[in-house]
């Protein structure tokens, strides 16, 4: 029975590393692709090892397009990232204290209805906010990028709100005997013990708005205040050569921030999850 065992994890382990080479494969070909020139990534197939270190391709991809470099692009990503994952920790906490501590007339109805927005595709919006943020004067800033997300997001709202539900409701009755408010009871004590949540609002959200690629498409019109996700596809252009080597290299860069996110935060939640404690 041991050796059955011993032979199971031994299994496990051999499938679990397999299955996690040829997920970090793409990720790990588009690295040393940074390296190769566009013979070389054409041809060489699916072979990790560059024949040479050609560093020059993150030169040649920094100085960017049309006198614009690619520091203002990630400059650009990091203020609508940064601040669209701000607006939403703090509108979607504050969006799930009503709904878990205050009592509203229709509160169940309107729970429903911010459920049922999860279920709608983007597509079937993105029309009336453009026209929406065009008739206001809007389109070219990044204000349609940022914006939406300082009023709730669904996702995050239910996220908090199943976690909150779990914080006892006998911390709120003392801060009421102490003469707080349900200002100050949430500022003070749910807000703070909702580490694991907005941890992991701040990871999800950072990446999702990171990686956008369709808002910047539809909404920013001068090369000058394209994101990172925008400038990359600027690489590509069918009537003349694609630079790929320059375009991995750039596309190398764009994944650092949300991996020092993640390295960062990752801790707090693990920690958060593991020794909350809070479950009854």
């Known amino acids: 029975m041991t050796r059955k065992k011993q032979l199971g994890k031994i299994f496990l382990h051999a499938f679990i590393i397999v299955f996690g080479l040829c997920m970090i494969y793409p990720v790990l070909w588009m690295v040393t692709g940074s390296l190769k020139n566009n013979s070389e990534i054409i041809t060489g197939s699916l072979n990790l090892i560059p024949p040479a270190w050609r560093w020059e391709n993150f ?3 920094w100085k960017g ?3 614009i470099t690619f520091g203002t692009f990630f400059k650009n990503s990091l203020i609508v990232t940064s601040l669209s ?7 979607s906490a504050c969006v799930a204290y009503a709904f ?3 009592n509203f007339k229709f509160k169940g109805f309107w729970f429903a209805v911010m459920l049922a927005t999860m279920m709608i595709p983007g597509q079937i919006i993105l029309i009336p906010q453009y026209i929406i943020y065009n008739k206001l004067g809007m389109v070219g800033t990044y204000i349609p990028l940022i914006l939406p997300h300082w009023f709730g997001q669904a996702f995050f709202i239910y996220q908090m709100v199943q976690f909150m539900v779990s914080i006892p409701q006998e911390l709120d009755e003392a801060a009421y005997m102490d003469g707080c408010t349900k200002y100050s009871i949430f500022a003070k004590i749910i807000f703070p013990l909702l ?7 701040i990871i999800i959200q950072f990446y999702w708005k990171w990686d956008d690629f369709m808002g910047p498409l539809i909404y920013l019109n001068k090369p000058q205040s394209y994101t990172v996700s925008l400038a990359l596809k600027m690489f590509a252009d069918s ?3 694609t630079d790929f080597g320059a375009m991995f290299a750039m ?9 020092i996110i993640f390295l960062v935060f990752n801790k707090y939640l693990v920690e958060g999850i593991s020794t909350s404690g809070l479950k009854g």
């Open 59 to 61: 030169a040649t991809g």
């Open 65 to 67: 397009f049309g006198g």
């Open 85 to 91: 994952t701000l607006g939403t920790v703090l509108s």
């Open 100 to 102: 878990t501590r205050i």
């Open 195 to 201: 580490k694991p949540a907005i941890v992991t609002t």
């Open 239 to 241: 009537s003349s050569r």
């Open 251 to 259: 596309s190398t860069l764009s994944l650092l921030p949300v991996f």
